[in-house]
């Protein structure tokens, strides 16, 4: 009981700061591109460490981002023995996340897995608990009763999502749209849900999807040149920086409008009718062998 009034003063600090920080932003210059990553940190100037895919024995998480900092060497290259301190440090600096955000999920993580934020340490492997923070209808991952190691993407998974980009750059290059994530997501809940006998997905593990797809919006202005990488080989592109600019980096509230947007719009995808029925949708087929199906653009 103590625990929980606690950490419910400590989130309304976080929040309150975070609103803070969310009106700074506002009323501040953005940063400079080429600036985004800080002087002498991995990656500053777009100059990332060399990629090491992981090794057998190495820990993986079912966050690719994270994955992909251990696979540079930003945290450790073995995924092993991180404090959640370090995580703070390392994600804010690496992705220009604001440092409520990046207090307020490594503290819910230490929270989940019974641990403490100040003294503990965990492995990557860890953050795949199943429905703390990894969830299903991943659109990375198949679902964790289909595939319990959740280290790994589904490629399949993967590239239905790139077909699915609809939006273009002023060069042609293809660009994920929150219209796209909704859509996208829309059908892998479907299929989720069809497929596995142990099915589950909260509110706000809903919610927590969305939010991890916002970010291929936010950070990675969904450039699918740099989002396949990424998600497929958990690299880092050379050159990349976070398309983030904000002085204080990307608050929660900043943020919660494009999760909203991508969630909401989940709830407004027609879907095809179920098999037996008269009712139809145009959709086509991907490749993918999961038989996704993706509405016609």
């Not at 990553?37 to 777009?46: E, R």
């Not at 819910?108 to 299903?136: C, P, R, V, W």
């Not at 497929?232 to 050159?239: A, L, S, T, V, Y």
Request: include cysteine; charge should be negative; charged fraction near 20%.
């Amino acid at each position: 009981m103590l625990s929980a009034i606690t950490n419910a003063f400590v989130n309304l600090g976080v929040f309150s700061w975070d609103a803070v920080l969310t009106l700074y932003n506002l009323v501040t210059p953005n940063l400079a591109e080429g600036t985004i990553v800080p002087a002498g940190h991995p990656g500053a100037g777009g100059k990332w460490p060399e990629y090491s895919p992981p090794k057998d024995g190495d820990s993986r998480s079912a966050c690719p981002a994270l994955n992909a900092m251990a696979n540079h060497g930003i945290l450790p290259r073995d995924g092993r023995n991180i404090s959640f301190k370090e995580l703070n440090r390392t994600v804010r600096a690496t992705f220009n996340f604001a440092p409520t955000f990046c207090f307020f999920v490594p503290n819910f993580s230490a929270q989940m897995l019974h641990k403490s934020y100040s003294k503990d340490t965990f492995d990557l492997e860890e953050l795949s608990l199943h429905n703390g923070i990894e969830h299903d209808a991943s659109l990375t991952r198949q679902d964790a009763a289909l595939e319990p190691d959740q280290a790994k993407p589904h490629v399949p998974l993967v590239r239905g999502l790139l077909e699915a980009a609809t939006g273009k750059d002023p060069d042609g290059s293809a660009i994920l749209t929150a219209a796209d994530l909704s859509r996208y997501s829309a059908i892998r809940r479907a299929d989720a849900k069809a497929t596995n006998d142990q099915f589950s997905l909260s509110f706000f593990h809903k919610m927590f999807g969305s939010s991890n797809s916002s970010t291929l919006l936010k950070f990675w202005g969904g450039q699918i040149k740099d989002i396949e990488p990424l998600l497929i080989e958990e690299r880092i592109p050379d050159g990349w920086e976070p398309k983030v600019r904000s002085r204080m980096g990307l608050t929660i509230g900043g943020f919660n409008t494009t999760v909203l947007q991508v969630e909401l719009g989940i709830g407004k995808v027609k879907l095809p009718a179920p098999a037996g029925t008269t009712e139809t949708n145009e959709v086509e087929q991907t490749n993918s062998p999961n038989e996704q199906l993706i509405p016609k653009k």
